[in-house]
């Protein structure tokens, strides 16, 4: 029995309810849902309606949507602006290098794909201008296989999510069987045949991540590029990330490939030494997802010293709360003390005097998380009589952690930032904040035990759950591959035709890591 009968119309109160509803549209972008949804909401609950009136308000409910969507919203908090300029690496190349060097490295290198070029940036064949990455002449044009919805507005903000067309059905039943079986040569024809299938794509940069040679690392680079361009190529023309007042939430399955893919590309940047352009791509993961930051909270802090924004960095310590307290990772205590000393180095007549020195700042980081110092002696490495006396006492002789998450996030911090412990003024820092600690706990003032205890409350693994899942990411973990992946590289893999209508027969018995590298990087003039 169907549950619309159309013999029944709406009366009048009916009429005079939806009526009532039209004057409350125009404050329809203040409201998770649309005056006009409730109203059918409610009728529907009420009693049946006929056909023929339910269209009718269908209509009158996608008119209040767009009526949202046209409201220009203010942008979100300053501290997460991003500026689009500062995502062209090769401006920040130019302005390290000069431009000669780039122009001559484009010269000298013209088997670079285009999205590799240190050059000007490019437009797709549509003739629509990218912003995040610059698409190669040699990729296939954008197929349309991924589009982006509107869901609502609410709290200042549009929220946005990914949808997949029914195009890639059968692209991703092809993943998932190859996923099972461990067979690498049907994902990379998977994305010869549908070039811009996310997770194959993203499946093939994880494994090419796991190796070092230039080709290589071009091959995985290529991956990422790939997938921002596709993830970009499907924005709303409403959804303005730039701004921070459109969030993507990181718990929709569909948008996890962005961030997976924006992180990635700030690892490619962090290799290029292009750090500012690192910042701004930190950022933009940041303003994505207020709830869930993911990697950019263990690392937004390196970038942004990197990159000498010392002010954005004590800004963003004081103004930052949406996840959780950055003393919850070990990273930050110890980046503000650095952050602190550069600005004492530098502007010393702008400083503000109500907030700590750096000399301060250091020893709460070394009370707080102890461990970091051992690591970074080994790492760094600091040598001389002095460091062997300090790490002698109890309170950093001490390996035990008894949480192996905060030693993955110790030990990521330490590997990222051991370059930024060389000066010798911020090692003379360093070591006069650890006497001091040892001074002070040898005198009482301050307790090993207390000190464990503030630790034990600050850390959670609650609270970090998401930074380690993050961590994970960022040191491209992937030291356990599929038996059979373990030894696929070929030494001769560099000396092949690409052929791109080369077909599964022709490459069944050669090497698998080969005939991927032949779908996905366009390397003109080599040959075997």
């Known amino acids: 029995m169907s549950v619309l009968h159309t013999s029944h119309v709406i009366d009048d109160e009916d009429l005079h309810e939806r009526q009532s509803d039209d004057h409350q549209d125009e404050e329809a972008n203040n409201v998770d849902q649309p ?18 009136k339910l269209i009718r308000l269908r209509k009158l409910a996608a008119h209040n949507a767009k009526k949202v969507l046209d409201v220009d919203l203010p942008p979100g908090p300053a501290l997460f602006q991003v500026d689009p300029i500062f995502f062209d690496y090769e ?29 000007s940036r490019a437009t797709d064949c549509t003739g629509k201008k990218t912003i995040l990455v610059s698409p190669s002449e040699d990729w296939a044009p954008w197929d349309d296989s991924l589009s982006m919805e509107y869901l609502q ?22 993943f998932e069987a190859a996923i099972a079986n461990h067979d690498f040569e049907s994902i990379a024809y998977n994305v010869q045949k549908h070039p811009y299938h996310l997770d194959s794509l993203l499946t093939m940069a994880k494994y090419l991540n796991s190796f070092s040679e230039p ?24 959804f303005t990330p730039f701004k921070a007042n459109c969030q993507l939430k990181l718990s929709e399955k569909t948008n996890k490939p962005l961030f997976e893919a924006l992180s990635a590309h700030m690892r490619v940047l962090d ?31 390196y970038y942004a010293l990197r ?19 950055l003393w919850t990772v070990p990273n930050f205590p110890y980046s503000l003390a650095l952050c602190r000393h550069h600005l004492e180095s530098t502007n010393v007549s702008q400083l503000d005097s109500t907030k700590s020195l750096s000399a301060d700042l250091m020893k709460q980081a070394l009370m707080l998380y102890p461990q970091v110092l051992k690591k970074l002696v080994a790492e760094v490495p600091l040598k001389g009589q002095v460091w062997t006396r300090i790490l002698q006492s109890s309170i950093f002789r001490a390996d035990e952690i008894n949480y192996p998450s905060l030693d993955i996030l110790i030990d990521d911090y330490v590997k990222r930032n051991c370059l930024m412990w060389r000066s010798p003024d911020v090692q003379k820092l360093l070591q ?97």
């Open 35 to 52: 005056q006009s949804e409730k109203k059918i909401n409610r009728i529907m609950l009420k009693k049946p309606i006929k056909l023929t």
């Open 91 to 119: 401006n920040e190349l130019r302005r390290i290098f000069a431009s000669k060097v780039v122009k001559s490295f484009d010269k000298s290198n013209p088997a670079t794909p285009k999205h590799l070029h240190l050059g």
């Open 153 to 174: 507005t609410k709290g200042g903000c549009r929220y946005f999510r990914y949808v997949p067309s029914s195009s890639c059905d059968e692209a991703q039943k092809v």
């Open 215 to 238: 080709e290589i690392i071009e091959a995985f680079e290529d991956c990422i590029a790939k997938c921002l361009y596709a993830l970009e190529s499907a924005w709303h023309p409403k």
């Open 271 to 301: 290799r290029r030494g292009c750090h500012r352009t690192a910042l701004e791509v930190c950022k933009l993961l940041l303003s994505l997802d207020f709830d869930e930051p993911g990697s950019a909270f263990v690392c937004v802090d």
């Open 307 to 325: 990159a000498e924004e010392y002010q954005w960095l004590e800004k963003f310590s004081e103004e930052y709360e949406y996840h959780s307290s």
């Open 432 to 528: 006069d904040s650890a006497l001091f600690v040892i001074e002070a706990m040898e005198h009482g003032k301050h307790s090993a035990e207390d000190w464990a205890r503030v630790r034990r409350d600050t850390f959670s693994a609650q609270k970090t759950e998401c930074c380690l899942m993050s961590v994970e990411e960022i040191n491209s973990v992937l030291t356990i591959l599929p038996e059979g992946l373990q030894n696929c590289m070929d030494p001769r893999m560099t000396g092949f035709n690409v052929d791109p209508r080369m077909t599964r027969g022709r490459v069944r018995d050669r090497n698998s890591l080969a005939s991927l590298l032949e779908v996905m990087v366009p390397w003109p003039g080599i040959s075997g």
